[in-house]
């Protein structure tokens, strides 16, 4: 209980009493405050320590501490700083790579005669169609029939140097900067493919799309399309700030290395059938 330290007989005026009584209860919460970590601290103790004898008490605490903490920590970092970080990250990286990427975009602009960003669209979080950025890495060159080559055709040095340094994918911090995207998650795909998921795939739709991902760092494009969509059902299920972490420095070094960039024959991926 808290103590009243100094009792004024008579207060010569409201305000001496007034300040009295607002000392009073600002000591009455900061005990308040204080007395429950003591609790939670004496409790924590008792469960893990006092209890070691009795195993299956223990157990039984130590298990419910690790459910609470785990869903508190993942529910906190999905819900609350997932979002800001994505937006702090993604402007920062706008302004340490503009002065490498905006010489590199006047250049791809000269080279290809076109705009130099590739847009596109694609699904994202819960399936809702948005504009894709990427930066352009090939030519826009078509058959006699007005179909573009296939992409082996249309692919240039520069860009094929572009795409290994996955430079390509920085003016995507745009999307990110405009909620279209998270820096990491399952990478968006075609519209086209849809109507071509099973209820399992559909579930990489839960969380927004990231320029990186856990399939990013287990294969990338040199594993199958199923192979790819069980890895991002997985980080779904596995969203957690640690996973991310581990997915960032992954990314790094993959990068740097020119790990997984693409299958030996094909540029890109071939396109997903339902089947493959």
Same mark, same amino acid.
């Given at each position: ?31 308040? $405050? #204080?007395?429950?970590?003591? @609790?939670? +601290? ?40 997932? %979002? *800001? ?13 503009? =002065? $490498? ?7 791809? +602009? ?12 694609? *699904? ?12 352009? /890495? ?5 058959? *006699? ?8 055709? %249309? ?6 140097? #572009? ?7 920085? =003016? ?26 099973? &209820?399992?795939?559909?579930? %990489? @739709?839960? $969380? ?14 040199? #594993? ?11 980080? $779904? ?25 693409? %299958?030996? /024959?094909?540029?890109?991926? =071939?396109?997903?059938? &339902?089947?493959?």
């Amino acid at each position: 209980m808290v103590k009243w330290q100094k009792k004024i007989t008579r207060a010569p005026n409201n305000k001496i009493e007034n300040q009295n009584i607002l000392c009073y209860n600002r000591n009455a919460a900061k005990e308040a $405050v #204080i007395g429950s970590i003591e @609790h939670v +601290c004496y409790f924590f103790i008792y469960a893990t320590k006092l209890h070691e004898k009795i195993n299956i008490t223990h157990k039984l605490y130590f298990f419910l501490y690790l459910c609470v903490f785990k869903i508190f920590s993942w529910l906190m970092y999905k819900r609350f700083f997932k %979002r *800001p970080a994505d937006i702090f990250f993604s402007f920062g990286g706008l302004l340490i790579t503009s =002065p $490498v990427i905006l010489p590199l975009l006047l250049f791809v +602009c000269l080279k290809t005669k076109e705009n130099p960003f590739f847009l596109q669209k694609r *699904p994202g979080l819960h399936e809702k169609l948005f504009t894709l950025i990427k930066m352009r /890495t090939m030519k826009s060159i078509y058959n *006699p029939e007005g179909n573009l080559l296939p992409d082996r055709d %249309r692919q240039t040095r520069w860009g094929k140097v #572009i795409r290994d340094l996955s430079i390509d994918e920085v =003016p995507q911090l745009i999307n990110v900067l405009k909620g279209d995207m998270s820096l990491i998650g399952p990478r968006p795909l075609l519209p086209e493919y849809l109507p071509l998921y099973s &209820g399992h795939q559909r579930k %990489r @739709h839960s $969380v927004r799309p990231g320029i990186t991902g856990w399939a990013q760092i287990n294969g990338r494009n040199s #594993i199958s399309w199923q192979q790819k969509f069980d890895l991002d059902v997985w980080y $779904v299920d596995h969203l957690t700030f640690k996973t991310d972490m581990q997915i960032f420095f992954q990314t790094i070094r993959k990068v740097l290395k020119k790990e997984a960039i693409n %299958r030996s /024959t094909e540029v890109t991926m =071939p396109k997903f059938d &339902g089947t493959n």
